[in-house]
């Protein structure tokens, strides 16, 4: 058996890790010149998007021998809307840091692993499989799906993103819903320290958005969050990224090739975030390829996930800003916040249920 890993990120290292913990080496290759080759941001684990693992951090270092340590675990997320604020506040799951940062998940996997990356390989799925009996793709990017079989993609998003200086409580989130600076999507601070956060503005990039002055809304993000958190941001560095493709896949596996991550569509669309899911699909191939478990059906209950999120999703993006003060409103309600905080309930799936879907394609 020979073993190709396309891309050294979340899904391709988690893995490569598997398969050496079952004695298998795989080769893998990897764009970039190094690990977490690009900018800085931080991202979060909320253990409410996945239930019934309340603490994705103990499940990969229990279950799976992947070890990480996140920045911090947070204790409070606050949400605010036009004219409302409330928080919630528990356990509620980890931020941690992406890309070059000394810390980033990337490089803590990369740094558990024997095995050597090839690094500055941009290389094709073309090649790669003339040579290989089994090839991984996970290169992060659902085009390289695309080149091979059907990715239905729900929308494509368009980020806005940037470190700021600041004072930050490091176990506290703060995530903005308004449609005048952030149409159908949101914005979000998490802090790296508690001089450093990431501010990050994110919507989908449907047609009545493509009109909107980009720079504009970004102006009016920086504002509204500083103004909300009292605070004169400082911008360090910015990025941009566009058509960012949150969609799913048809076949997992084709063949001995196995999609993961972004490839196999690991992102739940109602925030956008697959870092969890990416690693879960990493370890799944691996399980498949050393004969443990089939992949198909490990990622089952991911594609199920998948579906309760962009149904809730599609429900929330019909809120105008009046409805999202409403709902930012009814989460100070006790009752609203132990459902959704609960390690028992599954409040997606529950939520997504009693809306009713409508699919729209990008
Ligand atoms: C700005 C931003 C914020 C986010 N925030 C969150 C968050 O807070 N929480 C969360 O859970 N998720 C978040 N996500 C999503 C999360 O980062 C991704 O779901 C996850 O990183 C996907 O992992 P992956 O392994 O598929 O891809 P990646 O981790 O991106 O790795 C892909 C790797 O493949 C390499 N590569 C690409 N093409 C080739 C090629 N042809 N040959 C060789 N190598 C190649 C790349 O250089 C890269 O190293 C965010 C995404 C973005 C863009």
């Given amino acids: 058996m020979k073993i190709a890993i396309m891309g050294a990120g979340l899904s391709g290292l988690a893995c490569a890790l598997t398969l050496e913990k079952y004695g298998y ?15 800085v941001v931080a991202e979060a684990m909320f253990s409410m998007f ?43 799951g980890f931020t941690n840091m992406r890309g070059k940062h000394p810390e980033s998940y990337e490089k803590q996997l990369a740094h558990q692993l024997k095995g050597t990356i090839h690094f500055n390989q941009d290389v094709s799925y073309k090649d790669i499989s003339k040579e ?22 729900a929308f494509k998003a368009s980020f806005k993103g940037a470190v700021v200086e600041g004072e930050f409580n490091q176990t506290e989130v703060h995530t903005f819903f308004n ?49 909300r958190l009292d605070q004169d941001f400082k911008i360090l ?32 669309p109602v925030i956008g975030f697959g870092q969890f899911e990416s690693m879960l699909t990493g370890i799944y191939a691996a399980h498949d390829i050393v004969g443990i478990g089939e992949y198909d059906k490990l990622v089952q209950p991911l594609s199920e996930g998948y579906h309760d999120s962009l149904t809730l999703r599609r429900n929330l993006e019909k809120l105008d800003n009046k409805k999202l003060d409403l709902l930012t409103k009814s989460m100070s309600n006790e009752l609203m916040e132990s459902f959704i905080t609960s390690k028992k309930i599954n409040a997606m799936k529950i939520l997504s249920k009693i809306l009713h879907p409508y699919p729209r394609k990008a």
């Fill in 25 to 39: 080496q795989a080769d893998i290759f990897e764009r970039r010149a190094m690990v977490g080759d690009r900018f």
């Fill in 50 to 92: 996945h239930t019934p693992y309340d603490d994705a951090v103990k499940y990969l270092s229990e279950n799976h021998h992947i070890h990480l340590k996140p920045t911090t675990n947070i204790q409070k997320v606050n949400i605010y809307s036009e004219n409302e604020h409330s928080f919630i506040d528990g356990h509620l």
């Fill in 132 to 153: 290989y009996t089994h090839v991984v793709l996970a290169t992060g990017d659902a085009l390289d799906t695309q080149k091979l079989q059907p990715f239905d993609v």
């Fill in 179 to 227: 449609n005048d600076f952030a149409p159908k999507g949101m914005a979000y601070i998490l802090p790296h320290s508690d001089r450093e956060a990431s501010l990050v503005l994110v919507y989908p990039q449907y047609p009545e958005n493509e009109s909107l002055d980009k720079d504009e809304l970004w102006k009016m993000c920086f504002e509204e969050c500083s103004r």
């Fill in 237 to 268: 560095n910015e990025y941009s990224i566009k058509d960012y493709r949150i969609g799913k896949i048809e076949t997992p596996r084709i063949g001995n090739t196995f999609f993961v991550g972004n490839c196999f569509g690991a992102i739940t």
